[in-house]
């Protein structure tokens, strides 16, 4: 059975940095990823990794933001600095398998105050 369990995130003020992490169970996965949502938008991908470390970002986090993963772990983690308040939404950890099975985090709230 997959569970993600998702930590980090929480209040902070614009300019400032926060960290998020989310650990894995039951298998390694050959994608790993953030997505946000903020309220009345579109649940967007803010960044994502493979499992040969190719990373990919949304335009709006590029040089922002950091993903990694530590695959002994399998654990992934999103670095966020210079935070700003459109960052502000709930982020969900997301999961894709080699057969294309997709699962998500129960979500983490991050806000950003002006």
């Known amino acids: 059975q997959v569970q993600l369990v998702e930590s980090g995130g929480g209040l902070v003020q614009a300019g400032g940095s926060l960290g998020l992490s989310c650990a894995a169970s039951g298998r390694i996965f050959y994608i790993y990823g953030w997505y946000r949502q903020a309220p009345g938008k579109q649940r967007e991908l803010v960044a994502s990794i493979t499992s040969g470390g190719s990373t990919d970002y949304a335009n709006s986090v590029k040089g922002r933001f950091s993903i990694s993963r530590d695959n002994a772990k399998n654990t992934v983690y999103l670095s966020m600095n210079s935070l700003k308040p459109d960052d502000t939404g709930v982020y969900y950890c997301?999961?894709?398998?080699?057969?294309?099975?997709?699962?998500w985090g129960q979500g983490t709230q991050v806000t950003v105050s002006s």
């Open positions: 997301y999961v894709r398998s080699y057969s294309l099975d997709e699962y």
